[in-house]
């Protein structure tokens, strides 16, 4: 294999994260792609500690989202090609024994206990995702199946002091959800937040319990932001005060455990991550803290495709570890001791011989959209002198649609960057992390006011960013983002030199009958059902307006997306093509919903780097 060029390394930069402690609370597990994708790693947690990895797994497709068990095994997940039929894993003494082995079947974590593990699987039925407990240790028991949820998605959250009972998380969508008291004796369910919510779409998950009737919960009941709340098991509801008269800011993570009395959270501040805790009790709060991290930036986390914490605390309650990243900061593991109030860095990340002033931050700016609401963008320039004109512009999309994208890390941005592109990356409306409002403001028949803001960012760079060449801007985006390009260049086609459409939605009618079942009613929540809505999904869907379009376009598929399937790619090719359109379709049988494997990566962002380079 040739050594990777200059550009290449960019996009080769490691990346580590996911950490989940030992029960002795001196090591930690956490997944590191230095192979070229996901794998296990374990490795001594101390501030002076030599560090010295050691990998646990040499898989030939991802390993995913570790989790270390009572009984001091690692519990893992890994699929195939990217299809997201995650298997269960198992290492006690470094050996692996595979736990399932059902390859058309979903296996998804929802969390251990001392004595068990949680999860939903739709083994009975493809179409939906059942709920199973086993027993720790895993080799030694079976699973038991808990629940048949007659429709939605039930996840455990968490246990009674007696294990009688659970808490469950009832799924509807992103924005819409109910927490539920199970009663596994007696097979019984009682809604706990449908008094509150009374059918109104509601944020609501469960944290911990604050004594054997009050739950702490994250909610935007009675709000616009998610925040810490109390909920007990007769409904009522009450909110701190001290959060409240401060409230402006989204929590986006938390941690916690049965040996420390404190709760550890982390806000969402315009993206950037700011670090709490303290004593939450059933009246009030206790040894409130701010701590500092180390250099600004976010929480990094993803779901089961990575690693679906950013943070957890250790079972003696001395240290956090956080996934943390900036722009010019690569993805990595960090330790913070509580008690000294010391941070370091427990995963040294190979930059490929880059050195951190080659990495570009950026900025944060805002502008007003159509109607007048206010849409925030990462501004990201290259180094060196600016061209005549400016730099051609890539204004990057993030998925969802509900994400949000933060000041972290990107292997990508970085390369495009490197490579003489301004990178322009709005959370435009609908995204996550700007409270309940912002994040409805494009569900349904609003769905096109989200690409009015790319428009309105679009104008705003051409007319008052002069380091930005208006007239060479790249519309690009991967997932929801995908649709946003094909949406925005049949939209408003005269703004685009070129898109780059990564698996994203073509016709949202054939999205919702062929993406995978389990899903659909989620992704209905949000777009609109094919029962009720059809009028909608079809004016919204981009595969009809092909004849708009004027800038070439660039798609990139996996051939195993259970998310937005392969055939999405295929037909908005065929129409493009077909109108006469210069358009390129790469695809690969080894990959799902997006890129994982490094070689993949080099190659489609290579190709689409050159084929920039000719058209700008």
Excluded at 331 to 339: E, K
Aim: proline share 5%; with cysteine; aromatic share 10%.
């Amino acid at each position: 294999m040739e050594p990777p060029t200059k550009l290449e390394k960019y996009l080769s930069i490691e990346t580590a994260g996911g950490a989940d402690w030992h029960p002795n609370s001196e090591k930690v597990t956490y997944v590191s792609d230095v192979t070229g994708q996901y794998q296990i790693y374990r490795v001594t947690v101390g501030e002076g500690i030599p560090y010295f990895p050691i990998r646990l797994t040499s898989e030939a497709d991802r390993c995913t989202d570790p989790r270390y068990l009572s009984d001091g095994s690692i519990l893992f997940t890994r699929d195939r090609g990217g299809d997201e039929n995650f298997q269960f894993g198992v290492l006690e003494d470094d050996s692996l024994t595979w736990l399932t082995s059902q390859h058309d079947v979903k296996h998804r974590v929802n969390f251990n206990s001392e004595d068990f593990l949680y999860y939903i699987a739709n083994i009975q039925d493809r179409s939906r995702l059942d709920l199973y407990r086993w027993k720790i240790s895993l080799r030694r028991n079976e699973p038991e199946l808990i629940l048949k949820p007659e429709s939605d998605i039930m996840v455990a959250k968490l246990e009674s002091g007696d294990k009688n009972s659970l808490i469950l998380r009832k799924i509807r969508g992103n924005a819409d959800q109910e927490l539920i008291l199970f009663d596994l004796e007696m097979s019984r369910m009682e809604n706990l937040t449908a008094p509150l919510s009374e059918g109104k779409p509601t944020r609501w998950n469960a944290v911990r319990w604050l004594n054997q009737e009050k739950l702490l919960v994250i909610t935007d009941h009675a709000s616009n932001y998610n925040r810490l709340a109390i909920l007990s098991l007769n409904s009522d509801f009450e909110t701190y005060p001290a959060i409240e008269e401060s409230l402006k800011w989204e929590v986006e993570d938390v941690t916690w455990n049965e040996n420390s009395d404190r709760t550890y959270y982390v806000n969402n501040e315009e993206g950037y991550a700011s670090l709490y805790g303290g004593i939450f009790k059933h009246d009030g709060i206790d040894e409130f803290e701010t701590y500092e991290l180390p250099y600004k930036g976010s929480l990094v986390y993803g779901d089961a495709r990575s690693f679906g914490r950013g943070m957890t605390l250790s079972h003696d309650g001395k240290y956090l570890a956080l996934t943390l990243s900036a722009p010019t900061k690569p993805v990595s593991v960090w330790i913070y001791d509580i008690t000294n109030h010391s941070m370091w860095e427990n995963a040294v990340i190979n930059t490929m011989g880059l050195k951190l002033d080659d990495f570009r931050d950026c900025t944060l700016h805002r502008i007003e959209s159509f109607d007048q609401l206010s849409i925030p963008y990462f501004r990201y320039i290259p180094a060196g002198d600016i061209p005549d004109g400016g730099w051609p512009g890539l204004m990057l999309i993030h998925g969802g649609p509900e994400s949000q994208i933060v000041p972290s890390f990107s292997p990508v941005i970085q390369f495009y960057l490197s490579a003489g592109f301004a990178v322009i990356t709005p959370n435009i409306r609908g995204s996550m992390g700007y409270g309940k409002t912002y994040l409805n403001l494009d569900n349904l028949e609003k769905r096109l006011d989200s690409i009015m803001d790319i428009k309105y960012i679009a104008h705003h760079l051409k007319k008052h960013d002069p380091q930005i060449d208006g007239n060479r801007l790249i519309i690009y985006g991967g997932s929801y983002g995908g649709f946003a390009v094909l949406s925005a260049m049949t939209e408003h086609p005269e703004i685009w030199k070129a898109g780059v459409d990564i698996v994203g939605i073509s016709n949202f009618v054939t999205f919702l009958q062929n993406t995978a079942s389990w899903r659909r009613p989620l992704r209905e929540s949000e777009y609109g059902s094919l029962e009720h809505d059809m009028d909608t999904l079809i004016r919204i869907s981009p595969i009809h307006k092909v004849d708009c379009i004027q800038a070439p376009l660039f798609i990139i598929q996996g051939d195993n997306d259970e998310r937005v399937p392969l055939s999405e790619s295929i037909q908005i090719y065929e129409r493009v093509k077909e109108k006469g359109i210069e358009v390129q379709m790469l695809r690969y049988s080894d990959e799902g919903h997006g890129l994982a494997k490094l070689e993949n990566r080099i190659d489609a962002y290579t190709k689409v780097l050159n084929w920039l380079n000719e058209i700008v």
